[in-house]
């Protein structure tokens, strides 16, 4: 399997070795895109000053193109290695509870909340989330293939 196929196609499976090169790649490629874009931000805003467009809602544009795109190779990556596992690859959007549960529970996804969530339930859907997420990457990681499932 190629590296184009590894992060991006949710076709076939892996192993555990070849999942974490590919999650160490797919979060160095993340690292990368925010800390080229930072470095990108003061340029972009001289160049862009002049004809009225906004550095930073260039680089909000940016980070959320950077977002999808590492969604989709945590997407793919667990996908395929459930598969290996044995489970259905729909389970691979679990994986990515804890992130959802962080932005949850502090207020990351807005400026302002829309609903006034109580300390208690912030932390309760903390734990729940982060649990789930935690024991599919634990899995995923640790334990060996069992007999393969069709695709």
Known sequence: MDALGLLFSYQGRIGRLLFLVGLLVAFALLAGGVYGSFLLL?????????????????????????????????FALFAKRLRDRAHLPIWAPIAVLPV????????????????????????????????????????????????????
Do not use: H, K
């Open 42 to 74: 003061e340029p972009a805003a001289t160049y862009f000053r002049p004809v009225g467009i906004n550095a930073g809602l260039l680089q909000t544009a940016f980070f959320v193109f950077i977002g999808v795109l590492f969604l989709w190779m945590l």
């Open 100 to 151: 959802v549960a962080v932005l949850v529970s502090t207020g990351l996804l807005t400026v302002r909340p829309l609903v006034v969530v109580p300390p208690l339930v912030q932390d309760s859907i903390f734990f729940i989330c982060g649990g789930i997420g935690i024991w599919i990457l634990i899995e995923a990681l640790f334990f060996p293939p069992r007999s393969p499932i069709e695709p």
